[in-house]
């Protein structure tokens, strides 16, 4: 799939732009803090309805404004879709698919596959586990958008226990209620946790093999999900999930205790992590930063050839790639075989400060950014 044409009113620094967009490659360039990334995020905002720099919408709106626009063209096994979807401050988001609105914006997701890699990815590898959870989470709705009911159920039943942790501490709560909410929890709690550990399994050979590639042939990188549960359930990869739930049910009993002490849910997805192994140690404190940002990389290619295998009979299409602000940071070899690697896809969407950052191979179409506009530029 590709997205044709991009539309944007009061989105981040644009009060109105549009930019017609081609499959392949284009390059968007202007000089530092014009807008590039504003366009990008925009890209990224239809596909997973949020943004990979902030963890609310409202830095998505033009400061001053009430609302912003975002429309996409997005053509797909040959047909043409029109997304629209309007940010609202302080209201629900509306959205609308070929002009009819949808009941909820969630019916959007699916629609267009995006795979964003940017400097702030770094934090993958360098950062705290919630980072590593949200990649994962992210993934696991790009694939199969109904996960994004799940996680919305799972972080609201989390929300709610921990208020009645509070309480109970407080001596206003009762004990019995909790019950209810360990049930809940175990329930979406498995839910959630089959979805990641089976995309683990699934990812973790394509992220190796973009390693290799990348950092050309150093050191081999392993991911492994690390969750609260006990090794015996961790070994299988595809655990059923009743067997998850009796798991986690039995754990919460076990530290219900100390949760009623801290007043916090200690068990469940949500204390997960990914482990990112690289040869003998974990990257995290061991990788150098150049070995780091390789990983990172391997993460997001690793992504964007499983959604690309996904691809199912009815031709859902390849996801568009999204880098950000990469090539400065990345030496010549490892520019190269990236561009080597990514030159094929369907679009790919490539910012940078100034043209020589973009690699020969994917300097296909231009559009200069600057003072408000986005323009193509004549070759
Ligand atoms: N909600 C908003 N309202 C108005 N302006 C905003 C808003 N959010 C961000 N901006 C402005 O957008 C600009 C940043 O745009 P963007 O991040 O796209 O730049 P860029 O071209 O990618 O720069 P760089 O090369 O440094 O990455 C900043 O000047 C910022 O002040
Ligand atoms: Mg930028």
Known sequence: ?????????????????????????????GPNGQGKTNLVEAVGYVAALSSHRVATDAPLIRLGCRRAVVRAGVSRAGRQILVELEIVSGAANRARVNRAPVPRTRDVLGLLRTVSFAPEDLTLVKGDPDGRRRFLDDLLVARAPRFAGVRSDYERVLKQRNTLLKSIKQGKGDIRTLDVWDDQLAAVGAELLAGRRYLVHLLAPYVTEAYREVAGGQGDALIEYRGSLGPEILADPRPGRDALRAHLLEAMARRRPVELERQVSLVGPHRD????????????????????????????????????????????????????????ELDSGRRDRLAALVKD???????????????????????????????????
């Open 345 to 379: 896809a369907e679009q790919v969407l490539v910012t940078a400060a100034v043209p020589e950052d973009v690699p020969e191979v994917l300097s296909g179409d231009r559009i200069r950014v600057g003072q408000g506009e986005a323009l193509r530029v004549d070759r």
């Open 1 to 29: 799939m590709h997205v044709t044409r991009l539309s944007l009113t009061d989105f981040r620094s644009y009060p109105a732009v549009e930019i017609e967009l081609v499959p392949g490659a284009t390059a968007l360039v």
């Open 273 to 328: 992590d990914l482990v990112l192994q690289l040869g003998p140690f974990p990257a995290k404190g061991f990788a150098s930063h150049g070995e780091s940002w390789s990983y990172a990389l391997a993460l997001r290619l690793g992504s964007y050839q499983l959604l690309r295998a996904d691809i199912g009979p009815d031709g859902d299409g390849e996801p568009v790639l999204i880098l950000d602000d990469v090539f400065a």
